[in-house]
């Protein structure tokens, strides 16, 4: 079974084969498994409806925009928005600032503010303080609130998708073999219809008609952020992508394509747009403490690596599923938060130089 859907702009498609789940019994059986099969799909697609009516900042109704329509006051929020905030921040602070959810109105600012279905853009009942950080929030977990110290736009987008991915790929579970691909994001389970491991091709970042690698990958999250899906400008003119420094406000440009091979699609989205912001080899430092593969490919087209960054012919699984002497030899071993020499950390060099730069 392979079926598509629009949500969450772009195109999510999500395949399932049954094939390895044993004999059914007969026609009744095999019809079972079908409507199984069909529901659980559904059920999968209903994440992604889901996660975008908790966290699009391009919806004016959605949960997240009645979060921002309301700061200075503790807001009473889902699990699945508190996930994704608390997720955003984790980042953040681990980056000092160089990924930094609180972005949202400057990335709105350079024309990306248009819902995908509507081509509207959402008017924003505040008006945001261009100095916010990812410190002005706070997230409850015991009240379940999150409370906006200031006027500020969320932007989700690095986490959002990579939390549908992974809780339509529980739905889909119960079979062995399946993938769910949001447009460069996917996780891939069991194995492919070629009978072996998933193939994975990573686009080249200034060839859309050529790959840059081929990956073979299992039971694991693939993402990719890249300097080439969207091109915008801000107010003076100037064009650029939509990922940007959060530090300085100005286009990332440190590297052309971050690929992150992780256990969920959350973690390896959220560490993609990290990574790309620093660019190698901080980028890479911060893969490798959190025991994930990665690539990082520089403007120059230059690559960079983690310790178990796999080649084609190999297949890449979550590392504890691997033998161990594939392993990332991470400062401080998988899960430390410890700074790599070199990287940038929390405090205030870390945090948005654009403060005194208007």
Same mark, same amino acid.
């Given at each position: 079974?392979?079926?598509?859907?629009?949500?969450?702009?772009?195109?999510?498609?999500?395949?399932?084969?049954?094939?390895?789940?044993?004999?059914?019994?007969?026609?009744?059986?095999?019809?079972?498994?079908?409507?199984?099969?069909?529901?659980?799909?559904?059920?999968?697609?209903?994440?992604?409806?889901?996660?975008?009516?908790?966290?699009?900042?391009?919806?004016?109704?959605?949960?997240?925009?009645?979060?921002?329509?309301?700061?200075?006051?503790?807001?009473?929020?889902?699990?699945?928005?508190?996930?994704?905030?608390?997720?955003?921040?984790?980042?953040?602070?681990?980056?000092?600032?160089?990924?930094?959810?609180?972005?949202?109105?400057?990335?709105?600012?350079?024309?990306?503010?248009?819902?995908?279905?509507?081509?509207?853009?959402?008017?924003?009942?505040?008006?945001?303080?261009?100095?916010?950080?990812?410190?002005?929030?706070?997230?409850?977990?015991?009240?379940?609130?999150?409370?906006?110290?200031?006027?500020?736009?969320?932007?989700?987008?690095?986490?959002?998708?990579?939390?549908?991915?992974?809780?339509?790929?529980?739905?889909?579970?119960?079979?062995?073999?399946?993938?769910?691909? =949001? +447009? #460069?994001?996917?996780?891939?389970?069991?194995?492919?219809?070629?009978? *072996? @491991?998933?193939?994975? !091709?990573? %686009?080249?970042?200034?060839?859309?008609?050529?790959?840059?690698?081929?990956?073979?990958?299992?039971?694991?999250?693939?993402?990719?952020?890249?300097?080439?899906?969207?091109?915008?400008?801000?107010?003076?003119?100037?064009?650029?992508?939509?990922?940007?420094?959060?530090?300085?406000?100005?286009?990332?440009?440190?590297?052309?394509?971050?690929?992150?091979?992780?256990?969920?699609?959350?973690?390896?989205?959220?560490?993609?747009?990290?990574?790309?912001?620093?660019?190698?080899?901080?980028?890479?430092?911060?893969?490798?403490?959190?025991?994930?593969?990665?690539?990082?490919?520089?403007?120059?087209?230059?690559?960079?690596?983690?310790?178990?960054?796999?080649?084609?012919?190999?297949?890449?699984?979550?590392?504890?599923?691997?033998?161990?002497?594939?392993?990332?030899?991470? =400062? +401080? #071993?998988?899960?430390?938060?410890?700074?790599?020499?070199?990287?940038? *950390? @929390?405090?205030?060099? !870390?945090? %948005?130089?654009?403060?005194?730069?208007?």
């Amino acid at each position: 079974m392979k079926r598509s859907a629009a949500l969450m702009g772009t195109i999510i498609t999500i395949h399932v084969d049954d094939a390895d789940d044993g004999p059914t019994d007969g026609a009744r059986g095999s019809d079972q498994r079908i409507r199984e099969r069909q529901e659980a799909v559904e059920r999968a697609f209903g994440w992604f409806r889901e996660v975008e009516a908790c966290c699009s900042r391009f919806d004016a109704d959605s949960e997240l925009m009645q979060l921002v329509a309301r700061p200075g006051v503790p807001v009473r929020a889902s699990r699945t928005l508190l996930h994704a905030v608390r997720l955003a921040l984790a980042v953040a602070e681990e980056t000092g600032g160089a990924f930094d959810p609180t972005v949202g109105a400057e990335v709105a600012s350079r024309g990306f503010d248009r819902h995908y279905r509507t081509g509207q853009r959402p008017r924003l009942p505040i008006v945001p303080d261009d100095r916010a950080t990812y410190r002005d929030v706070a997230v409850d977990l015991d009240a379940e609130t999150i409370t906006l110290g200031c006027p500020l736009l969320l932007d989700l987008g690095a986490v959002a998708k990579g939390l549908a991915i992974d809780l339509a790929a529980r739905e889909l579970r119960v079979w062995k073999n399946y993938a769910v691909d =949001a +447009g #460069g994001d996917l996780y891939v389970a069991g194995r492919g219809p070629g009978g *072996g @491991p998933w193939s994975v !091709g990573i %686009r080249h970042p200034r060839d859309d008609h050529r790959l840059i690698e081929t990956l073979s990958a299992s039971d694991c999250a693939v993402c990719t952020s890249g300097d080439y899906e969207r091109m915008g400008a801000n107010a003076q003119g100037e064009s650029g992508h939509h990922i940007l420094d959060p530090r300085t406000g100005a286009t990332a440009v440190r590297a052309a394509s971050v690929t992150v091979v992780a256990s969920t699609a959350m973690l390896a989205d959220a560490l993609a747009t990290a990574a790309f912001v620093l660019g190698p080899p901080e980028g890479i430092h911060l893969l490798e403490r959190h025991g994930v593969d990665g690539l990082i490919v520089a403007p120059n087209l230059e690559r960079y690596v983690t310790q178990g960054f796999l080649g084609p012919g190999s297949t890449l699984r979550p590392h504890a599923q691997r033998p161990a002497d594939h392993r990332p030899r991470a =400062a +401080g #071993g998988p899960g430390r938060i410890r700074r790599a020499p070199g990287a940038a *950390g @929390p405090g205030p060099a !870390g945090r %948005r130089a654009r403060r005194g730069a208007r």
